[in-house]
Structures are given as structure tokens and as C-alpha cells.
């Protein structure tokens, strides 16, 4: 048990022993000095100032979290059922604790439950009824809630062409930015066919979904289903791969070329914002990157390989209304892996959002890795029995929001 959670049981225990004129040495403490006490709290104990007073629960939920762990399901057709969701800690070690149970038990009950995305402590989930048939993938609602205060909506049912859920060329992610708004917002994303894409976007606001569709000068298809997306500045970032690219002497360059788009919350404006051209160069249609938001600011992460060897590279947008790409780290898999046999291959998985550390998965023994990019160690975090993507990097929120309220 560490000091700090020994100090805060005292402080815990003080707070609730009154003296015999109703007040306490803690009480008489002003904001600032109570925020203080409780930032200094290990993250996930920190749920338990919630439990003291109306006053400390105020304050608590004033404080910026920090990244707690990663959801993920598992499957295995020799048990019933065969798929079941999980829970771990960034920190703690493999036997630890769990910062939540993903029971989701505060849900109605569900014959299966798909996490889709998370998002500032929000999770976008995909809700099957008891009733509804094992056969049956359109029996659904969309479900959004928040695990640290057990509120939950389900969203009005959407209509999704026919045609994209053949193909599956459609993908749904959530943005939420407490920051800015108390209200979230669910992406449709979908393919409409050539120089076509469409997106239904729900408002947790006005309680509807708008469709809106952009016609594009070029061939341009939607991102890999398990790629992640960023919600940022109003707008929700996501992968594309455009084939109308042509090359400085202008001839087509005859393949596809990976760049980054986005789309507001009113599905009316669209924006791209590109790659470091060198990079598309190297990466051509193998785009295996991701991005990710951390410390504030859009990230991309990939592999490339040049003559100088297979590296790691990681680009900062760093000024976002010019669409500034800025490399902020390489590193060669072979000191990424520190002489580790990095041939057996890997999968991105985030991007802390506090820091400089980027997490992965070994295909190899199912092992969820980290790497530090400012001391440049490469650590395991954990084995994951069963672990399929997508992992869900969680940041819990602790406030109450009138748009969860079913």
C-alpha cells in the first residue's frame, strides 16, 4: 500500500470526525488548499474523496484525470459466452486491481455488449437486446455511457445504407470534449462510392442525427475499421487514403496516398490535413500508422524504411491552422526492441496523453508493451490471455451530464 493512500485514509477519517462544535481542522480549509491535498491523491484512489463530502466531490471532479488503462474483449469458443470484456491498469503490475470492473452491469441486460470508442471518459458502446437472435447484426442500438458515474443513453436508431453494411464501409466513433461543451456527438462515417463520403452525425444536444455528404475531386476510401480517430478542436480526425494525387511534374502517381481528414459536428465542413510529403513517399499505400491526441496536439505514428534502416517515426501537427507537420521522434526497431526480434510484428495501440510514451501489441504471447520516447525503454506492461483489438485508451470523468440521463 503506498504512503500516499495511507495519508489520505487519515485525512479521510479526519474529515469525518466531528468536533463538538461541528467543525473540523479539514473543514476549515479553503478550496485551493483542498485541491491541492486531493491532486497529490493517487489517481485511482482519488474515487474515494467523492465519499467524504458534497464539498470534497466538487472539487475532485474539478481535477484533470489521467489515463487510468485500456478496455479490450477477449474471445475464446470453448467458454460461454465466448466473448467477454476486460479491464486493465496502465501501472499496478499484471496481478493488480482493476481501476473499473467492465461488467457495464448498470446497463439493461443485453445478449452482447461492443465497445466502439472511447472518448474523454465516454464510451460508445453497441447494445444487443436478450431478444434479439444470435444471427441477427442489425438487432442493435447505439448506446453511449460513462463508467465512472453509471449514467446512460441510447440513441435514436439510425438508418445505414444497406449497401455500406454489405461491405462494411461505414465506421462510428464518438467525440467529446468537456472542455468545451457538456454535450457529445456520435460520427457515421460511410463510403457513398466514388468521390463520395457521407457522414450522419447525433447531437447530444438537439437529440437528432443530420446526414450530410462531400463530393470530392478524387477516389478517396474510408479508414481501416480498428484504426483510431481523434476528436479535436470541433471536428473528428480521421485516416483516408486519397487516389487524386498527383506529383510535383503532375502526373498521377498511380496508387493511393494516406492523409488525414476531418469533419465538423455538423457534418458540413470538411477539412484535410495531409502527411509530410516525404513520408507519404515512404509509407505509399502501406499505411499501417495511427494518430492520436497527447499533450493537446494531433500525433502520427508510423514505421518506415530507408536506406538508413526500419525506423519508428513520430510527427507532431504543431501548427494546426497551417497544417504543420514537425517530426518530433525516430527511433530504429532494433533499439526500439533493444536487439529483440521485432520481425515477429505488431500492432499501434495509442499514444499516452500526458506523455511521450507510445503503447503496443507483440502478435507474439499476446503482450502489451510501451515505449518511452524520452528515455527511449521499451517496458511490457502486461500479457493479455485471449486480447483482441481494438484497446480502449480510459480517462475516467467523474462529472454528472444532463445528456446521460436516460
Not at 496502465?90 to 441486460?109: H, K
Request: proline share 4%; charged share 25%; with cysteine.
Amino acid at each position: 500500500m503506498s504512503i500516499r493512500s495511507d495519508r489520505y485514509r487519515r485525512w479521510e477519517r479526519r474529515a469525518r470526525t466531528r468536533s463538538h462544535d461541528g467543525d473540523t481542522p479539514i473543514e476549515r480549509l479553503n478550496d485551493d488548499v483542498l485541491v491541492e491535498i486531493i491532486s497529490r491523491v493517487l489517481s485511482r484512489q482519488r474515487w474515494r474523496c467523492k465519499r467524504v463530502c458534497r464539498r470534497w466531490l466538487r472539487l475532485a471532479r474539478t481535477l484533470p484525470q489521467s489515463l487510468a488503462g485500456f478496455f479490450y474483449t477477449s474471445s475464446n469458443k470453448e467458454r460461454f459466452p465466448e466473448t467477454a470484456l476486460h479491464f486493465f491498469n496502465v501501472s499496478g503490475g499484471q496481478g493488480g486491481r482493476p481501476f473499473i470492473y467492465p461488467s457495464f452491469a448498470f446497463l439493461p441486460s443485453r445478449r452482447r455488449l461492443d465497445l466502439l470508442d472511447c472518448c474523454n471518459g465516454l464510451v460508445l458502446c453497441r447494445w444487443y437486446g436478450v431478444s434479439a437472435p444470435d444471427d441477427d447484426d442489425d438487432g442493435f442500438r447505439y448506446v453511449v455511457c460513462n463508467p465512472a458515474t453509471e449514467e446512460w443513453v441510447a440513441l435514436p436508431d439510425i438508418d445505414i445504407p444497406n449497401s455500406c453494411k454489405a461491405i462494411k464501409e461505414y465506421r462510428v466513433r464518438l467525440g467529446f470534449d468537456p472542455a468545451t461543451s457538456s454535450h457529445f456527438h456520435v460520427f457515421v462515417l460511410s463510403w457513398g462510392g466514388r468521390h463520395r463520403l457521407g457522414v450522419d452525425v447525433y447531437s447530444s444536444e438537439t437529440g437528432t442525427w443530420v446526414y450530410n455528404e462531400v463530393r470530392l475531386g478524387g477516389d478517396v476510401n474510408l479508414f481501416h475499421h480498428l484504426k483510431g480517430t481523434v476528436f479535436l478542436n470541433g471536428r473528428l480526425h480521421f485516416h483516408t487514403l486519397d487516389y487524386h494525387v498527383y506529383d510535383d511534374s503532375g502526373r498521377w502517381v498511380g496508387r493511393g496516398v494516406p492523409s488525414i481528414a476531418a469533419v465538423d459536428t455538423d457534418g458540413e465542413t470538411w477539412s484535410d490535413f495531409g502527411f509530410p510529403r516525404h513520408l507519404q513517399r515512404d509509407l505509399g499505400m502501406e499505411d499501417d500508422g495511427f494518430i492520436q491526441l497527447s499533450q493537446g496536439r494531433l500525433h502520427y505514428a508510423n514505421i518506415t524504411q530507408r536506406n538508413t534502416g526500419i525506423k519508428t517515426v513520430v510527427y507532431v501537427l504543431e501548427d494546426y491552422d497551417r497544417r504543420e507537420w514537425v517530426l518530433k521522434h525516430t527511433v530504429k526497431l532494433s533499439d526500439m526492441f533493444d536487439s529483440k526480434d521485432y520481425g515477429i510484428g505488431f500492432d499501434w495501440v495509442a499514444i499516452h496523453p500526458e506523455c511521450n510514451v507510445i503503447f503496443f501489441t507483440l502478435w507474439s504471447g499476446n503482450q502489451f508493451m510501451c515505449y518511452n520516447m524520452d528515455t527511449g525503454r521499451t517496458s511490457q506492461i502486461r500479457t493479455l490471455e485471449d486480447g483482441r483489438s481494438p484497446y480502449l485508451s480510459y480517462v475516467p470523468f467523474y462529472s454528472e451530464l444532463q445528456c446521460l440521463r436516460s
